[in-house]
């Protein structure tokens, strides 16, 4: 264990470059007291490992010095081979680039661990997009994760539900993320940070002119934040329903995870149905989403969701009982 704690030091330093002894405690989950003993047992073995005092200061590595560690665990060499996006990687213009590292990996491993990486390249695959969608075509993606590598201006055309539809703007692009199969650009615009659904962008091309990234700014970080952000957002009512028990049964693949979250949680009995509240987008989509379900749910409240359940119930029956 504390051998494996001193390769972790000797690499966090190598890649992230001067740390203090708290920052190495806090990556590392020790005591200071451990980290001082580790940087001693370090320099012990010859490792070229300096220390600076003061608010400034921290351990690091002499200029140069790169540690030639090749060792992998068996669980460190099959999650490589798990972690690789073939498909992704591909998309990005990478598909070479990850294939060709892989077999360099496969040819520097020993036999034995060779065998199992391949047992779990094998055993283990990846499909990104959800059922029933197709994989979105974007165009302009390697194009876009150009400027994303090289933070470069990006000036985009892009399509957008609300008026005016085409908009052209000048982004600064901060990053990629893949969801559900689907690319989304998280850019920089004249006031704030936004998310561009890639497969929309109908045109676009580098500028010349670079831009400095916001200090301190995560993308994963920020992507959690604004998926939280949309979900609050995104309910603006509440509707009260009864659900037959074959409809609450079924009601978790008729709606989102968040309404069938609310609905579990508000259930109660109500001769032999049950009565639940949840949240809405809107009463037009709500009608959509519980008219899917038939005669296995009833409307309670709103009284203008009612209503417009029941105008397209008499609108259907006038079609089929004619």
């Known amino acids: 264990m504390r ?15 001067r740390m203090t002894a708290q920052a190495l405690a806090d990556e590392l989950e020790v005591s200071v007291r451990t980290i001082y003993r580790d940087v001693e047992s370090l320099h012990a073995a010859g490792v070229p490992l300096y220390g ?11 200029d140069g010095y790169r540690t030639r560690l090749t060792g992998l665990t ?18 990005l213009g ?13 040819a520097a491993l020993p036999s034995p661990m060779r065998d199992r990486a391949s047992h ?6 990846l499909d990104a997009p959800a059922w029933y969608y197709d994989p979105e075509r974007s ?10 590598w090289r933070s470069r201006l990006l000036e985009v055309s892009y399509r957008r539900w609300q008026a005016p539809e085409e908009v052209t703007r000048v982004l600064r692009p901060l990053g990629l993320v893949l969801k559900a199969g689907r690319w989304y650009l998280v850019a920089q615009g004249s006031s704030r940070i936004s998310t561009y659904r890639v497969s929309q962008i109908q045109a676009a091309s580098v500028l010349d002119e670079s831009f400095e990234r916001p200090a301190g700014f995560d993308l994963a970080a920020h992507w959690t934040a604004s998926l939280e952000d949309f979900q609050a957002r995104q309910y603006t009512g509440e509707a009260v329903i009864r659900l037959s028990p074959r409809g609450f049964e079924s009601l978790s693949s008729n709606v989102l995870p968040a309404v069938a979250r609310a609905a579990e949680e508000s259930a109660v009995d109500d001769d032999g149905w049950v009565r639940v509240t949840i949240p809405i987008e809107s009463v037009g989509h709500a009608t959509g989403m519980l008219l899917r379900m038939g005669g296995d749910v009833e409307v309670l409240a709103p009284d203008e969701l009612r209503d417009q359940v ?11 009982l004619s």
């Open 3 to 17: 051998a494996s704690r001193l390769v972790s030091l000797l690499l966090l330093l190598q890649t992230k470059g």
């Open 52 to 62: 600076d005092a003061g608010p400034a200061g921290g351990y690091q590595l002499l």
């Open 74 to 91: 068996e669980q460190e060499a099959e999650s490589l081979f798990l972690a690789g996006l073939p498909g992704p990687a591909a998309e």
């Open 94 to 106: 990478l598909g070479d680039a990850v294939s060709a590292a892989q077999l360099k990996l496969m």
């Open 120 to 125: 779990m390249a094998k055993r283990f695959h």
């Open 139 to 148: 165009p302009f993606l390697e194009l876009v994760a150009d400027a994303v």
């Open 310 to 320: 029941t105008a397209v119930v008499r609108k259907l029956a006038s079609l089929y």
